[in-house]
């Protein structure tokens, strides 16, 4: 499996209604030890409302410069979720999520 | 000493390198058309280049790492790939223009056809991008381009009227023959040559290239602000004496010969010699720039590796690539269509392309994960700001103008 | 023990720059191989190189036509690997403990060097 095979996929909660688009993953590196350290195991989905995911480029804090800057690639990326991957029931061409805990 | 020697010869360098066959055409051209009543379009884009160049060395400075290299990390593979294509595509038009500009100048030379020339440039060219070290290639061509300073010289012998011509430059006006369309392509051309996406690219790469840190923003300050300036009135100084010449006899300029013809006319054979010694050096040296660029930008984008800082060998994808663009150049050109058209078009084209390939350096520029503390200033995110409008401005418009008035006619 | 790291492999791992022990450009990260762990979680086994990983990354006409003609060259659709254990730091670079030449992973440029560049005299010199 690709991690491209996951980034941008649409999830969906369990009554099958659209909660955003994958944008990222988040990973802890406390994985299968590999060579000189341990492996990024995925823990979480970052996901955006918006279909366009991540097209600009996006950064966590407050983005810096212009306001016309900001206004393009901050407004595309208000409300990022983290969907812990506990919650994931199914990964096939959707993510589909388990009962609990859908309200983001 | 050296620092201070350091720094002039890289303003000098900088005011030299600053004239490609895309200002050459294109100022005399709009100058032996309109005057100089199109002087603030290349004003606006020297401004333009000044602000976007200072960003993308400094950018290389701090980070170490090429232009395309960062916009597909900040932005992306798909925004990344779109760029890169719209950039690679212009940047090879603009290289056969070049290529062709150096053919023709030498023709203008010895009197020889300039197909039979555009082959043997080729190879000196790849010669000089293979063997020559990067810094002398850099330093000698500025260099020589210096010479189109015959220009000046050429305007100040005219004696014109320099209250009038100030006029003329700060408050134009359309002439009445052309319409409003036409001058507005022009004006659009004219920030195109000099607001060229090659240069960017080259500039930042050349920053790696040279190994550029923190301590070396100061003199790529003074070179981009001196510089570029000061080159940006060589070009006003091509469209002036084509205006005070070519104008009254209303000759429109259409071969490069048409270009020098002003200055032989005010100052004489042996400065027309020395104009067209600095045609050929500023073509070759842009045709270098852009042959480069065509590397830097693909290999960039993939990761490869770059650059003439290390032996082709360790490099070989890098140099196929500038190969294959050099030898697309020549073939463009012996195709027969005519260099200074395809110098039209490349221009145009150059202009189209700008939102794609400035944008993303504003972004990085901004970004602190990249440049820690030296993000943009201010002033230079107002003016940033403010030119981002502009261009997109130009870019929207280039083309259907260009449709419109049929290339200017 | 300190605590793990946490990134993200978007904004941290994909896209960024690879470069091997002695500071030579290998690769971008064009895409992550992912694995199940015993709990089913995936993590991450190694990077993926080469248009077959990034073909499908770049979508569009462009994208799948690069996978395309990487895939019948090299007769496989699976792209070339450098397995994660051989990065040693994850930074502005994605820095690797071993030698470009000892991984397996850039037969278009050593095709490239053996049959065009190092015929040409002066492949050797840098300038």
Redesign the interface.
């Known amino acids: ?4 095979q ?2 941008g996929l649409e999830v969906l909660d369990h009554a099958g209604q659209r909660i955003g688009t994958v ?10 030890l ?10 979480g989905l ?1 996901v955006s409302p918006h279909r366009l995911g ?7 804090h407050a ?7 900001r206004a393009i ?1 901050g407004g595309l990326h208000r409300n990022l979720t983290v969907v812990p ?1 506990t919650q994931v029931a199914s990964y096939d061409g959707q993510i589909k999520l388990k009962p609990l805990g859908d309200s983001l | 000493m050296k620092r201070i020697f350091g720094v002039a010869l890289g303003i000098l360098t900088a005011i030299g390198g600053f004239v490609d066959i895309g200002d050459l055409v294109t100022n005399a051209l709009v100058g032996s058309r309109f005057g100089l009543s199109l002087v603030w379009a290349t004003l606006v884009g020297v401004v333009g280049i000044c602000l976007y160049a200072e960003m993308s060395g400094r950018v290389a400075a701090i980070t170490g790492r090429g232009t395309f290299d960062l916009v597909r990390e900040r932005l992306g593979p798909r925004v990344g790939m779109a760029n890169l294509v719209a950039s690679f595509l212009v940047t090879l038009l603009t290289f056969a223009a070049e290529v062709g500009g150096v053919a023709l100048a030498l023709e203008l030379a010895t009197s020889v056809n300039y197909l039979l020339i555009v082959p043997i440039v080729g190879v000196a060219i790849w010669f000089v991008i293979w063997r020559v070290k990067f810094s002398v290639l850099e330093n000698t061509f500025g260099l020589l381009g210096l010479v189109l300073i015959v220009f000046g010289v050429a305007l100040w012998k005219l004696n014109p009227d320099w209250g009038d011509l100030f006029r003329q430059i700060s408050r134009p006006h359309k002439p009445t023959d052309e319409s409003l369309p036409v001058y507005f392509y022009y004006a659009i051309a004219l920030f195109g040559a000099a607001m060229t996406p090659y240069e960017v690219f080259f500039f930042s790469s050349g920053g790696v290239e040279e190994k550029w840190t923190k301590k070396d923003i100061i003199t790529e300050r003074v070179n981009v602000f001196v510089g570029f300036p000061l080159g940006g009135l060589l070009s006003v100084a091509i469209a002036a004496v084509a205006a005070l010449v070519l104008l009254p006899a209303n000759i429109q300029v259409d071969t490069i010969g048409q270009v020098g013809l002003p200055v032989a006319v005010a100052a004489g054979k042996i400065a027309l010699a020395i104009a067209i010694l600095g045609f050929v050096a500023a073509t070759f040296g842009a045709a270098l720039e852009t042959g480069l660029s065509c590397g830097y930008t693909v290999a960039q984008y993939y990761g490869w590796q770059w650059g003439k800082f290390v032996r082709p060998k360790e490099a070989s994808r890098f140099h196929l690539v500038v190969l294959m663009a050099l030898i697309a150049a020549v073939g463009t050109v012996l195709t027969t269509i005519d260099p200074v058209k395809i110098t039209e078009y490349s221009v145009v084209f150059s202009a189209v392309a700008l939102p794609l390939t400035y944008f993303p350096i504003l972004v990085i520029a901004n970004d602190p994960d990249y440049m820690g503390t030296e993000t943009n200033g201010r002033i230079s995110n107002f003016l940033a700001s403010i030119f981002l409008v502009i261009i997109v401005v130009a870019s929207v418009a280039a083309i259907p103008l260009m449709l419109y008035t049929k290339a200017g006619q | 023990m300190s605590a793990a790291r946490e990134f993200d492999l978007e904004l941290h791992l994909l896209d960024r720059q690879v470069v091997d022990a002695d500071g030579r450009m290998v690769s971008k990260v064009d895409d992550l191989e992912l694995n199940l762990d015993d709990g089913g979680n995936p993590y991450v086994t190694a990077i993926l190189v080469g248009p077959r990983a990034l073909g499908p990354r770049t979508g569009g006409h462009l994208g799948r036509w690069m996978t395309a003609i990487a895939a019948r060259l090299a007769g496989s659709q699976d792209p070339p690997r450098i397995d994660f254990g051989h990065v040693v730091d994850i930074g502005e670079e994605i820095k690797l403990g071993c030698r470009v030449d000892d991984l397996d992973v850039q037969s278009l440029e050593d095709w490239i060097r053996e049959k065009v560049i190092s015929r040409i005299p002066g492949s050797n010199h840098a300038s």
Do not use: F
């Open positions: 499996m690709r991690a491209s996951l980034i944008t990222d993953l988040r990973c802890k590196q406390d994985g299968p590999r060579g000189a350290m341990c492996a990024p195991r995925i823990t970052l991540a097209v600009l480029g996006y950064d966590r983005q810096h410069g212009p306001w016309l800057i690639v991957w």
